[in-house]
């Protein structure tokens, strides 16, 4: 290990390889066009691959979609999902007929479990300008022991999620949004009940951050057990620990070191990606993650039997009325709106 205190540097792929207790990271930044009257790309589909298109073409992509681009309806089971909006709108329905709209600075952090159908949409609710998205999808593991708890989704809006506001000896800028975790004596949102984060012990923390140009932070050191990763996304080149990185790298870095972020000549732009490992075998097939591959297979078969509860919803595509505000409907009748 270095005594800078940085263990290991790659060139970012998609998804971003992530170390346990997650199991990957999706970055999505699509310029999406003026949208049309069903809120999609009020734009030719010709030359996409639809329904499997995840190659940049005019600086967007449709995903999984077919009208409007994203993920439609799609089964989960054993792990968890963490969506961080930096821009534009996701659009979200599932099997236990919660839904929701969050946008800019609203993370929705949703345990799968025992298993759940839900559907991801990006609606292009702008008819006169563009409608850009930045969004993070990450996937945090359950253990062996949270595998079929209850499916349960929550929203952290912007509001409640803190923002550590900096300025270095140079006056320069670091503003750092604390999704999960602590930093100083900054408290994130209390994650869903049943997730590997809920717990304290397991030290899971989430931050993303931004250096104004040629900013200074020191990113305070946690606990030794604990993996660390910096993922480095957005910026012309930055320092740290003394030495740079360029942009689309991830960093991994040792924990128990205080860590020094330097940016560079513009603004510089990271995730953070921090836990205790959970340390137990994974087994991974599409959209479920359990320990074997026994219980894949049966988690199949349950998907085939049951459905997850089955799609209450009237498209595999549903999005939510153009006009509407960023909301959240519960599976207990529990309803938050906003008016934006």
Known sequence: MSKSGIIKIKPLGFPWETQDPFLFCAYHRDEYPKGNDEMGPDTSLEGRNIGQDFTIKDGWRMYHGDRIPGFPVHPHRG????????????????SLGAAGRFGKGDVQWMTAGKGVQHSEMFPLIHKNKGNPLEIFQVWLNLPKANKFVEPHFKMLWKDAIPVLKEKDSNGNSIEVNVIAGTLN???????????????????????TIKL??????????????????????????????GESISTNHSIQVNASKDITLQGGNEACYML?????PINEPVAQYGPFVMNTEEEIREAYQDYQRTQFGGWPWPKREQAHDRNKGRFAIHADGKEENFNK
């Open 185 to 207: 004596n900054l408290i994130a949102p209390e994650p869903t009940p049943d997730s590997w984060a809920a717990n304290p012990d397991n030290d899971v923390a989430i931050l």
């Open 272 to 276: 953070m990606l921090q836990g205790k």
């Open 212 to 241: 104004e140009a040629n900013a200074t932070w020191i990113l305070p050191k946690s606990n030794s057990d604990v993996n660390r990763t910096l993922y480095f996304y957005k910026g012309d080149g930055m320092q740290i620990e």
């Open 79 to 94: 792990f968890e999902t963490i969506t961080i909006n930096k821009e534009g709108l996701v659009d979200h329905t599932d």
